[in-house]
């Protein structure tokens, strides 16, 4: 996992640091956040989303958003699933 970008396993999606621009405020902050609790915790497990409940309590529906934000404005070349 690394800071220059933001990606998830899970949902296959990322967002290179260069997009992080181009998302809205919340979009962005739950990116980030996503990458830096898995720089503590590498899985999606109870610590991870015990983290996230507790910095940003929407990260579901955020989650949901910027999955669909990725599919809407990266190209597949462009996608990675680490
Ligand atoms: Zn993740």
């Known amino acids: 996992m690394t800071l220059h970008r ?3 396993r899970r949902h296959g999606a990322l ?6 621009v181009n998302l809205t405020e919340d979009l962005a902050e739950y990116a980030v956040c996503h990458d830096l609790f898995h720089l503590k915790i590498p899985d999606h497990g109870k610590g991870f989303r015990a983290l996230m409940n ?3 309590p929407d990260w ?3 989650e ?3 999955a669909a934000w990725v599919l809407a404005n990266i190209p597949d070349t462009d996608k990675d699933n680490g």
């Open 6 to 8: 933001v990606s998830c």
């Open 54 to 56: 507790a910095y940003i």
């Open 60 to 62: 579901r529906e955020r």
């Open 64 to 66: 949901e958003r910027l």
């Open 15 to 20: 967002t290179p640091a260069s997009d992080l």
